[in-house]
């Protein structure tokens, strides 16, 4: 059905910025509600951020707010993540998922299709 894949990963010091994107088979994310979720080594996946169908309503973790900004791109297939002064405890494996009910926000249960991830890796 959907497919979804992340690109935009890499290697960055503490400070640094990354976008992620996000790029789906259809251009299902113009009606879908969107979401960024990650895994550290060792950790439970845990939210990060998302944006509702409409592009108006956008939710982020706690640990995020102030550095990190998802948007939908300028085309529908397309969503990012914005990532500003990374820090090491961001490094993790980021997902995008897409929500067929536009209503999941941060509940990760609600997110129908995932991508493969993209690494994302900060040092100090």
């Known amino acids: 059905q959907v497919q979804l894949v992340e690109s935009g990963g890499g290697l960055v010091q503490a400070g640094d910025s990354l976008r992620l994107s996000c790029a789906a088979s259809r251009r299902t994310f113009r009606n879908y509600g969107m979401g960024w979720f990650r895994q550290a080594p060792g950790k439970e996946r845990e939210f990060v951020a998302a944006?509702?169908?409409?592009?108006?309503?956008?939710r982020y973790a706690d640990s995020v707010k102030g550095r990190f900004t998802i948007s939908r791109g300028n085309a529908e297939n397309t969503v990012s993540l914005q990532m500003n002064s990374l820090k090491p405890e961001d490094t993790a494996i980021y997902y995008c998922a897409a929500d067929p009910d536009g209503s999941s926000g941060s509940v990760e249960r609600g997110y129908r299709y995932w991508g493969q991830g993209t690494q994302v890796t900060v040092s100090s």
């Open positions: 944006i509702s169908s409409s592009g108006g309503v956008t």
